[in-house]
């Protein structure tokens, strides 16, 4: 039996028709497609450190990165991006599929002091990025030269006011939380110091080793060696509480200037429009590698407290830092170099 006509919903595929589906299912595998939350992670996740190789900030990075790999099952990857106190690459990371496969090791140098030290930053932390949660903090202390005849924070503050834009501090240039660290003890206690910017933390330590310049606020890994051998000596730390890797050493707030606290933040940051059940997979994978007693070890080593945090209490943090050293920024009048 024979059939004399089709209806259009059993007509034969023309050539066009074929060469049309043909084309969009192309179009649709050129696509990355999104992650799914129910199989997540099902391959490696770059996560983007905002500075160079050999730093505080890279090896912290990596330490974490190592951890949530064995928790995940996935490799993680670090990318180090360095330029402008980090803006270079935290601007980039805005362009990122949010998809859990690339992420951002937030620092509050980057996060919380760029945006306003540098008019085209290019980026919101507020808008523009999903907190995952926190890793920890990491304060500076305040280093003399051991001829430099104070013996305290105090000390320093009412020498300082005594001799007005004599006392030098160095700082690892301008813009550095070395350097906002400086002004905002100066907007506090009152006492004129002379800001010496320099390129880098080395050179930074070779002149306040050599005598040429009296003191600085340096992270604590940086001199913890050089104060244990008596080449600098520690006044203070500059974190709310006393450091774990120099308890002895009291903090600028105990010894002169109350209130004052000024630490290094970490944390873990997602594309803003990253799907919760992701967010909430990378928060676990982060908490359960910050219990870890190896890893508390290894960041103790340098000068981090760990601090984990759900990614609702990272975000008020980052709020709160960005609030606090723009008005230090606004205030000061500093801009970047």
């Known amino acids: ?43 490696p996740i770059t996560l983007i450190v905002p500075f160079p190789p050999g730093g505080s900030t890279s090896i912290v990075g990596r330490l974490v990165g190592e951890k949530m790999s064995e928790l995940l099952g996935q490799q993680i990857v670090i990318d180090n991006r360095g330029g402008a106190g980090g803006t270079v690459a935290a601007r980039s990371f805005t362009r990122a599929t949010p998809d859990g496969y690339t992420l951002l090791f937030g620092y509050s140098g980057t996060i919380a002091i760029g945006p306003s030290l540098y008019p085209n930053a290019g980026f919101d932390p507020r808008k523009d990025f999903a907190a995952v949660g926190m890793i920890g903090s990491a304060p500076a ?26 006392i030098g501090y160095g700082s690892a240039g301008v ?4 350097h906002i660290a400086g002004e905002l003890f100066v907007a506090m206690s009152g006492a004129k110091l002379t800001h010496i910017p320099y390129r880098g933390s080395g050179p930074v330590l070779n002149d306040l080793i050599g005598g040429h310049i009296k003191m600085s606020f340096t992270p604590i890994p940086a001199v913890h060696a050089l104060i244990d051998h008596g080449a600098l000596r520690a006044l203070a730390v500059t974190s709310a509480t006393r450091s774990s890797l120099m308890p002895e050493v009291p903090t600028v707030s105990e010894t002169g200037l109350p209130g004052y606290e000024v630490v290094l933040r970490y944390g873990l940051l997602a594309p803003a429009g990253t799907p919760r ?40 943090d980052i709020d709160r830092e960005e609030t606090k050293w723009s008005k230090v920024i606004k205030d000061a009048g500093i801009k970047a170099e």
């Open 277 to 316: 059940p992701i967010i909430d997979t990378l928060n676990k994978a982060l908490r359960a590698a910050l219990d870890s007693p190896d890893l508390k070890a290894r960041l103790a080593v340098e000068g981090a407290e760990v601090l984990p945090s759900t990614p609702e209490e990272y975000a008020a």
């Open 1 to 43: 039996m024979t059939t004399r006509g089709r209806t259009a919903s059993t007509r034969a595929p023309t050539r066009r028709s074929v060469g049309l589906c043909l084309a969009a299912a192309v179009a649709l595998a050129a696509v990355p497609a999104l992650a799914q939350p129910q199989d997540y992670p099902s391959r």
């Open 141 to 166: 202390v305040l280093v003399v030269h051991p001829s430099f005849d104070v013996a305290s924070a105090g000390a320093l503050i009412d020498l300082a006011k005594q001799r007005p834009g004599q």
């Open 175 to 178: 813009g550095t939380v070395t």
